[in-house]
């Protein structure tokens, strides 16, 4: 199973609080050493961790070239009317650097405690469905009149759109149940899971077949669908074959050690790219 999408290479880093400059530093470090994309984890709720959409605005300002992203960002504490003018403010002032991971959420004791809502499966798809519609309808500054969507957990009803972002921010979903999976095959611009979720490659691929299934059923295209992939593991030889034969195009390397980081850009980065290119070869002979 390989899409065809030539490999991209970055970093999945956690918000600490207790050293933010280093937490920035970091960042510009990835970016530095020639990674892709920069992206945090975002759980509001921790008190150990900054917030993770003030943290992508100061890193932006700090950074020239990379992608920044949540890996995901909470949608239950987070209003997607006012998070779709966050996204296009910071992708006019990066200059077109922003991606939107978005997740249903998860730690609902946690979100509950902070004052947000708590949802089954079933209600957190949903909402998840309504949230993108107001958000890409807010963007959408080409179209006529003003917003007006009515849900059950999500509602704009006469808002403004815009501001429009600077170029088209693609929606990457956190995801691993059927009915979130068939969601993104519909609607999402990517797919962006933990690779350490899943028990066997196996259910990897089973996730793409799924969404691969609803996207075509859809009318779309899967290989339009960005295949992304949190994991901890660095070795070329297992990279290049989740990219030949599990669909993965991109690699966000879970570290929070700048040795580890440049090493992974440096090193692993370009060799999984020369794998995956011979292989390619291999196929197309």
Same mark, same amino acid.
């Given at each position: 199973?390989?899409?065809?999408?030539?490999? +991209?290479?970055?970093?999945?880093?956690?918000?600490?609080?207790?050293?933010?400059?280093?937490?920035?530093?970091?960042?510009?470090?990835?970016?530095?050493?020639?990674?892709?994309?920069? +992206?945090?984890?975002?759980?509001?709720?921790?008190?150990?961790?900054?917030? +993770?959409? +003030?943290?992508?605005?100061?890193?932006?300002?700090?950074?020239?070239?990379?992608?920044?992203?949540?890996?995901?960002? @909470?949608?239950?504490?987070?209003?997607?009317?006012?998070?779709?003018?966050?996204?296009?403010?910071?992708?006019?002032?990066?200059?077109?650097?922003?991606?939107?991971?978005?997740?249903?959420?998860?730690?609902?004791?946690?979100?509950?405690?902070?004052?947000?809502?708590?949802?089954?499966?079933?209600?957190?798809?949903?909402?998840?469905?309504?949230?993108?519609?107001?958000?890409?309808?807010?963007?959408?500054?080409?179209?006529?009149?003003?917003?007006?969507?009515?849900?059950?957990?999500?509602?704009?009803?006469?808002?403004?759109?815009?501001?429009?972002?600077?170029?088209?921010?693609?929606?990457?979903?956190?995801?691993?149940?059927?009915?979130?999976?068939?969601?993104?095959?519909?609607?999402?611009?990517?797919?962006?899971?933990?690779?350490?979720?899943?028990?066997?490659?196996?259910?990897?691929?089973?996730?793409?077949?799924?969404?691969?299934?609803?996207?075509?059923?859809?009318?779309?295209?899967?290989?339009?669908?960005?295949?992304?992939? @949190?994991?901890?593991?660095?070795?070329?030889?297992?990279?290049?074959?989740?990219?030949?034969?599990?669909?993965?195009?991109?690699?966000?390397?879970?570290?929070?050690?700048?040795?580890?980081?440049?090493?992974?850009?440096?090193?692993?980065?370009?060799?999984?790219?020369?794998?995956?290119?011979?292989?390619?070869?291999?196929?197309?002979?």
């Amino acid at each position: 199973m390989d899409y065809g999408r030539e490999p +991209t290479f970055g970093v999945f880093m956690t918000p600490f609080a207790a050293q933010p400059q280093g937490t920035v530093e970091l960042a510009v470090h990835a970016e530095r050493v020639g990674l892709d994309l920069v +992206t945090f984890q975002d759980h509001p709720y921790q008190p150990r961790f900054l917030d +993770t959409w +003030t943290l992508l605005s100061y890193v932006a300002a700090r950074t020239e070239r990379v992608t920044l992203a949540g890996d995901v960002l @909470n949608l239950p504490l987070r209003l997607p009317a006012v998070l779709a003018s966050s996204v296009a403010s910071l992708d006019l002032l990066s200059g077109g650097r922003v991606a939107l991971g978005l997740g249903a959420g998860g730690f609902w004791d946690a979100i509950v405690a902070v004052g947000g809502p708590r949802r089954t499966p079933g209600e957190a798809v949903d909402a998840l469905e309504e949230a993108i519609g107001i958000i890409r309808e807010r963007w959408d500054t080409t179209a006529p009149g003003g917003v007006f969507r009515q849900g059950k957990y999500y509602s704009a009803v006469g808002a403004k759109r815009g501001p429009a972002p600077a170029h088209g921010v693609p929606i990457w979903i956190g995801a691993y149940r059927p009915r979130m999976l068939a969601l993104i095959g519909r609607l999402g611009d990517g797919w962006l899971p933990s690779l350490g979720r899943y028990e066997s490659l196996k259910e990897l691929d089973e996730g793409h077949a799924r969404i691969d299934e609803s996207a075509l059923a859809a009318g779309r295209d899967p290989a339009s669908i960005r295949r992304l992939a @949190n994991l901890d593991a660095s070795d070329p030889d297992f990279l290049a074959d989740l990219a030949l034969s599990h669909g993965i195009d991109t690699f966000l390397f879970a570290s929070d050690d700048p040795t580890a980081i440049e090493r992974f850009a440096r090193g692993t980065a370009p060799e999984v790219r020369r794998l995956i290119a011979a292989g390619r070869r291999i196929t197309a002979g």
